[in-house]
């Protein structure tokens, strides 16, 4: 679950990043936050997973208190979150098995742990048969499919997907959304950062739309809703 009250960010340069905002994001939901860019989408991801901190307001997610979280506390909070990069991120020198395998490591998993989940995310996200393949021998639909993996593989309560499509063509675009929304419907909390104006539209989600720092309009009417004139 996540919650933000009122959260005012205003970088050390002065640049007033978000300027009140206030949401809230219950277990299970899929929303889809969308903007301009410069509009603050980055700054709420960088806020959700502690990387900054709000200048005021209050920020809870899954459970805690980010405006007055600990240092030592910041790992664990991360742990109930999965995290997907527009740019992948994967580690080139290690297979598929490796890459999602490295993530449970991470959090000190067994090998024996390892051993049953891992294969089990990549029968999910349709790679079952590229476990030993390397990311360079891989389609860009299959890397994003391996980052979900990754994202996935600690069963987070939450992911946050950032530009999940950007690198993809629309078929694989829309068959990364139909996984998200899979992995939506076995319970898993999906945030969804995007600009894609006509793949939101495919879909019948919660739309939070931000502009100049401040949210604009939420609600299930699409994106085109609220683009201004």
């Given at each position: 679950?996540?919650?933000?009250?009122?959260?005012?960010?205003?970088?050390?340069?002065?640049?007033?990043?978000?300027?009140?905002?206030?949401?809230?994001?219950?277990?299970?939901?899929?929303?889809?936050?969308?903007?301009?860019?410069?509009?603050?989408?980055?700054?709420?991801?960088?806020?959700?997973?502690?990387?900054?901190?709000?200048?005021?307001?209050?920020?809870?997610?899954?459970?805690?208190?980010?405006?007055k979280i600990k240092r030592r506390k910041i790992p664990y909070m991360r742990r109930t979150l999965g995290v997907?990069?527009?740019?992948?991120?994967?580690?080139?020198?290690?297979?598929?098995?490796?890459?999602?395998?490295?993530?449970?490591?991470?959090?000190?998993?067994?090998?024996?742990?390892?051993?049953?989940?891992?294969?089990?995310?990549?029968?999910?996200?349709?790679?079952?048969?590229?476990?030993?393949?390397?990311?360079?021998?891989?389609?860009g639909g299959e890397q994003q499919r391996v980052a979900i993996a990754r994202a996935l593989v600690n069963n987070?309560?939450?992911?946050?997907?950032?530009?999940?499509?950007?690198?993809?063509?629309?078929?694989?675009?829309?068959?990364?959304?139909?996984?998200?929304?899979?992995?939506?419907?076995?319970?898993?909390?999906?945030?969804?950062?995007?600009?894609?104006?006509?793949?939101?539209?495919?879909?019948?989600?919660?739309?939070?739309?931000?502009?100049e720092g401040r949210v604009i309009s939420d609600g299930m009417d699409g994106y085109y809703s609220y683009e201004?004139?």
């Open positions: 679950m996540i919650d933000f009250e009122n959260v005012t960010k205003i970088y050390e340069a002065g640049n007033h990043a978000l300027e009140g905002i206030t949401m809230h994001i219950d277990d299970g939901e899929f929303v889809f936050l969308v903007g301009p860019s410069g509009s603050g989408k980055s700054t709420i991801i960088k806020l959700l997973t502690a990387e900054l901190s709000p200048t005021s307001g209050s920020i809870s997610v899954n459970g805690y208190q980010l405006e997907i990069f527009q740019d992948f991120r994967l580690i080139e020198n290690k297979t598929v098995f490796e890459n999602v395998a490295f993530a449970m490591r991470v959090v000190g998993a067994s090998t024996k742990e390892i051993k049953k989940r891992v294969p089990y995310v990549l029968d999910l996200v349709g790679l079952e048969n590229r476990g030993r393949r390397f990311p360079n021998e891989l389609s987070p309560a939450m992911i946050i997907a950032d530009e999940p499509t950007g690198n993809l063509d629309p078929q694989r675009s829309y068959e990364t959304m139909l996984l998200l929304e899979r992995i939506n419907a076995l319970g898993t909390t999906l945030l969804v950062v995007t600009h894609e104006k006509e793949l939101v539209n495919r879909f019948t989600k919660r739309v939070v739309a931000i502009d201004k004139e």
